[in-house]
Every structure is written in structure tokens, then in C-alpha cells.
């Protein structure tokens, strides 16, 4: 095998085990918040939403891009044989988390009552947003260990946490959710508020967060405790010389983190921005009762939906970083552009059909997962799933451009779209009345404009220019013939069978015809089969039935 498929399928791989791992916790998520929206209902998805919301901003802020940047420093270092440099970064970011995380988790936790009300206009979510503070210090720290152990290529210490995390998240928050709802709902009748045990259902949901993230933490300072000698050796072996204070390697941290959370805050701030405009908007036109209602069903339903297929995108940008750091530094440009053309083709193969098995089975998934309001939730998915390849492409981009060095790049990208999906969402709001479906469109809008700004930077900085034709038209006309036989077998299998059955064969149905219509369209090739595990043995398999040729 050439060096060249080596390294690409290393990426691959090494992505596939966070993808793997990042849909598992996706399917988790969505098993959770299954019988967690039974439990707590929209309006108490909409209190969890809006702690939740706020919770991820300060996540952001605190550690979200943490893994990102100690991966790059760690990668930069390795490629360098400066072990004992690699080693004083890993220690001065545990540092820094310890700040950063205490300071947040410490000011969210004092002024919950604050940002529940004023910024969130959600005062239910108060003890909700109490309860997941003492989570940020613990994700701090977390997040340390998974971008060490993916600067130097091992990923799947970072899986496992991941996996481990959610599942005691899962169990925890049910439990707890019910628990509290039933407590939340005597006090409610006493006090006569029917909306305090939705609240309190909410908050004892969030218990989970911090559960499942502290059981992550355990099992990744386990895996460094265990590799430790290891560490040890290679750091004795370094004869270089280490003249960096901690102050250095912590200023270095934080020039390295802070584009990177910028980054990040822009491109995740939508969330917390959308709901409090929502909420006041709502507020002012007399539908203050509703508000709840329809985030619950947008975050809930929809949002949850439409981040299964995205895990892919953040897997794959998490394992290009740090290799295209590696490239950078040895000024090996042919790797670096080789390693992009394959991290958004294999993510496109996979978005693309997503976009459209969500838009033509939405309902069905939906009324299968869910209870309460489903028509909703499905006309959302039929417009907004497009959403999928573009958050694809933008967090691609995003990642690319961290690996080219380019850090302050995607901050000002973000920074662009976000202020045309702020300007987009008040005008749909505002003039054209479409409440929830505002902003739906609006995210659609902000990661189309992050798509192709990031793309042009990508061109300006390196003169790269995605392959066309088997990254995008391919699959998007294999995707089409899908839509056609998915939505055909579903409605003909509905007619004498139960409405799962239907959709568990249009399913089957769909994959099926998309891999076909790929390869007698030659979307993939023998470059891209070389990439998968018994890659090689297909194309020989279909080069015999005259698919391929010589």
C-alpha cells in the first residue's frame, strides 16, 4: 500500500472509531431523551432545553475546544520528537482547566438565577441550570486527557470514555428525572403550579450530565495512569532541551484555545441566541404559554434528530487535526490536501443520503421515538434536513483550517454567518410570522455561510479545490434515486403492515439502492474501497462482474 493510502486510511480509521463512537453516544443520546421526553414532556424539554443551551455556551468557553487545541500542541510536539515539551503541555493544560473550569462552573452555579431568567427567559430552568454547574469543572478536566491522547493518534481511550459516559448518563438522568418529576409534582399541587414538576423532572435529568462525565474522567485517568511508564520512558529519552515555564506553555495554551473557542461560541451561540429571541418574542406577542411548548418539540425532536448523522463530521475533524498539523510542520502539502479531499468525501458519501432519509422518513422515525406532538417536529425535518450536509461541511471546514494553522479564520467566518442568521431570524420573526420554523431556517442559513467562506479560505491558503463529481453530484444523485425507492417501499409496505414495519424495510430498502446506485455510478472507487475494511476483496469482486475495469 503507497504512503499516500496509508496515511489517508490511518484518518479514516481513526475517525471511523470517533464516529463510531460519536453515533453510538448520538443513539444513546436519542434513547435518553425518548423516554426522558415521556417522563418530563415538551414543556419540560423546554427547561431542560433552555439550562442545557446555556450550559453548552459555558462548556464552550470553559474546555469545548480544549481537546482541539492540547491535540495540535501535542501533535506539533510529537512530530518534533520534543517529548519533554509534549509532557509540560499536557500539565500546563490541566492547569488551565482547572482555572477555567472552576471559574465557570463556580459563576454559573451563583448566578443561575440570572442567566435562567434575564438572558434565557426561562426562570423554570433555574435548578435545572444550578444542578449541571459542578459538570463544567469535571468536562474541564476531561477534555484534557481526550486531546492528549488524540495529538499523539490513539482514539480510542477518547471512544470508550465517550461510550462509558453516556450510558451512565442515560441511566442517572432517567432515574432522576422521575424521581424529581414525582416530588416536583406533589409540591406542584400544593403550591398549584402545574409547571414545577416539569421543572423539577428537568433538573433531576441534568444529575446525569455530571454522573456520566465523571465516570469518563475516571476511565481516562485510568488509561494515562495505565500507559504511564510509557510516557515516562519517551520523556527520559528526549535529550532536548525544555527551557518553557509553566506561564509559557499556559499562554501558549490559551493562544492555541482561545480562536479555537471563539470559534466554537460563535458557531454554537446560535442556540442560546435563538432560544432567548424566540422566548421574548413569543413573550411579546401574547404566546408566552407556547413557548416552551415549541422549543421542546424543536430541541427535542428535530435539533436531536438531525446531530446523528453530523457525529461523522466532528469525528473526522477531530482526527484530521492533529494529522494535519503533522503535515504542516513538515511542509508536506500533497499529504495535507490529500488527507482533506478524503475526510469530506468519505463525510459527504454519508451526509448527503442522511439529508434525504431524514426529510422522506422523519414522521415515521418520529412517531416511532417520540410521544406528543410529531406533525411538528416532521414538517421540520422535511425542510431543515439539508441542514445536515451543511454543518457537515462547515465543521469540516472549521477543522481544516485549524490544522492549516489558519486559527482566526473560521472565528471571522462565524462571526459573518452569525450576523446574517441574526438578521435572517429577526426578519422571519418579526415580518413573516413563522415562529419555530424561523429558526430552523435561520440555522440552515449560518451553516451555509460557513460552508462557503471556509471553503474559499481553505482555497486562499493552501490552493485546494474539492473534487467535484464524486464528492457531491454522485452522491446527491444516488441520494435522489434512494428518496424515490425509500418513499415508494415505505408507502407500498404500509398498506398491509404496520407503520415500523414499513419503515424498518424503507430503511433497508434505502441503504441497499444508495451503495448501488454509488458504485454502478462509480461514486466509489478502487482508491476509496482500499480506504474500508475488505475494501480491496469488493473491488476485486465487482471488477469481475464488469463494474469496473482495467
Known sequence: MSDKRKIAKGIVVQGSILAIAGIVCR?????????????????????????????????????????????KLIAQRQSRGQYKKMQKVFNGAILFAVISGGIFSLTVFIFADFFATRVMGESMSILAMRVLAPTIFIVALMAVFRGYFQ????????????????????????????????????????????????????????????????????????????????????????TSK???????????????????????????????VDQSIFNHHMIDIGEAATKSFYWGVYSGKYKLMIT?????????????????????????????RSKMATVIRVTMIISIPSAFGLAILGKPIISLLFKGEIDLAAIMLLYG???????????????????????????LNSIIAFVIHLLSLLLMLKVFKWQIHSVVIANLIFALVVSFLNHFAIYRTIAYKQELRQTFLIPLISSAIMGAFTFGSYMLFKL???FYVALFVSIIVSVIVYFTALIFLKGINEYDLSLIPFGSKIYMVLRKIGIYKD
Open 151 to 238: 495529538g499523539l493518534g490513539v482514539m480510542h481511550f477518547t471512544a470508550f470514555s465517550q461510550i462509558l459516559e453516556q450510558v451512565v448518563l442515560v441511566i442517572v438522568s432517567l432515574v432522576f428525572a422521575k424521581i424529581f418529576y414525582g416530588i416536583g409534582a406533589r409540591y406542584g399541587a400544593l403550591m398549584m403550579n402545574e409547571n414545577f414538576a416539569p421543572s423539577m423532572g428537568a433538573a433531576g435529568a441534568t444529575i446525569g450530565c455530571g454522573v456520566g462525565a465523571l465516570s469518563g474522567l475516571i476511565l481516562m485517568i485510568f488509561f494515562y495512569y495505565k500507559n504511564k511508564n510509557s510516557i515516562d520512558r519517551r520523556v527520559l529519552a528526549d
Open 242 to 272: 525544555n527551557k518553557d515555564t509553566f506561564l509559557d506553555v499556559i499562554i501558549l495554551i490559551a493562544r492555541t484555545a482561545i480562536p479555537m473557542i471563539m470559534c466554537s461560541v460563535v458557531y454554537n451561540i446560535c442556540g442560546v
Open 308 to 336: 446523528l448523522p453530523i457525529a461523522l463530521a466532528n469525528a473526522m475533524c477531530s482526527a484530521i487535526i492533529p494529522s494535519l498539523t503533522s503535515s504542516i510542520e513538515n511542509k508536506d502539502y500533497v499529504s495535507a
Open 496 to 498: 398491509f403492515a404496520p
Open 385 to 411: 434536513s439539508v441542514s445536515v450536509i451543511f454543518f457537515s461541511l462547515s465543521t469540516l471546514g472549521n477543522g481544516i483550517l485549524q490544522g492549516l494553522n489558519r486559527l482566526k479564520t473560521p472565528v
Open 27 to 71: 443513539i444513546i443520546g436519542i434513547a435518553r431523551r425518548v423516554p426522558l421526553t415521556n417522563i418530563i414532556g415538551d414543556i419540560g424539554n423546554g427547561y431542560y432545553a433552555a439550562a442545557y443551551e446555556f450550559y453548552s455556551i459555558i462548556l464552550i468557553l470553559s474546555s469545548y475546544s480544549l481537546p482541539s487545541a492540547v491535540s
